[in-house]
């Protein structure tokens, strides 16, 4: 195999960083899930990033991700759904996608459960919520995360692993960290009210996620500073 030595280089800086973040808030390093975002780029790049290590892939668009990933990718090349799902695409986004983030609404959490179970399979998930509130991001309000949750409990497909935000774009990572720390809160309360443990909290990308992790990240979802697109 002949090595990208600047996508390895990218790779082992992220990795890096990450250590560092989830070290300076006294968690552990293999808490954390490096997710890279490979929406930008071909199937050889992707193949790359796995031959390096990498084991957990993000995809915006279902028909995007069908026609440049193969059916036969390694079985332990995981597919994360981390785009908003339109209802009609469900049936084949799990014919794909091990994992869907960007649960959002009623009508998603029906038909995934629906074609989950016509394909008799639990369907790890996440709920994405709009923590900042702004109108051009896809995600549930804070308000509607409670009610959604217990939509999604009663869901026999579906199994609730945590939450997922997308924070502002913004020049200072810094001025991300409400957003994390509102969805960390978020969680616990539902937890709370659950009476079980929501484990997984995806947040944070190219721009901010060492503030994510300390603020709690499990999942970081990674494109530009691994493929540099």
């Known amino acids: ?32 899930t490096l997710v890279a975002v490979s929406k930008t780029v071909e199937w050889p790049a992707i193949r790359e990033a796995y031959d390096l290590g990498l084991r957990h ?9 069908r026609a440049r990933i193969p059916i036969d990718h390694p079985a332990d090349l995981i597919l994360h759904l981390i785009g908003q799902l339109q209802t009609n695409k469900a049936g084949h986004a799990l014919d794909l996608f091990d994992v869907i983030e960007s649960v959002d609404r009623p009508s998603i959490v029906a038909e995934l459960n629906k074609q989950a179970a016509r394909r008799d399979r639990i369907v790890p998930i996440l709920l994405q919520v709009n923590i900042a509130g702004e109108a051009q991001k896809a995600g549930c309000s804070i ?24 924070a502002p774009l913004v020049e200072d990572a810094e001025l991300a960290r409400p957003v994390f720390r509102g969805l960390r809160e978020l969680r616990d309360r539902l937890a709370a009210d659950l009476g079980h443990d929501l484990n997984v909290l995806s947040m944070g990308m190219s721009n901010d996620y060492p503030v994510a992790v300390q603020e709690g990240a499990t999942m970081v979802r990674v494109g530009r500073a691994i493929f540099a697109e």
């Open 1 to 32: 195999m002949v090595v990208d030595t600047r996508l390895a280089s990218r790779i082992e800086t992220v990795r890096r960083q990450i250590d560092d973040a989830a070290a300076l808030s006294g968690r552990d390093p293999a808490s954390v």
């Open 57 to 65: 892939f993000g995809e915006n668009r279902v028909q995007s991700a």
């Open 143 to 166: 308000d509607d995360a409670k009610p959604l949750v217990h939509e999604i409990e009663q869901a026999a497909n579906l199994r609730l692993d945590g939450l997922m935000t997308i």
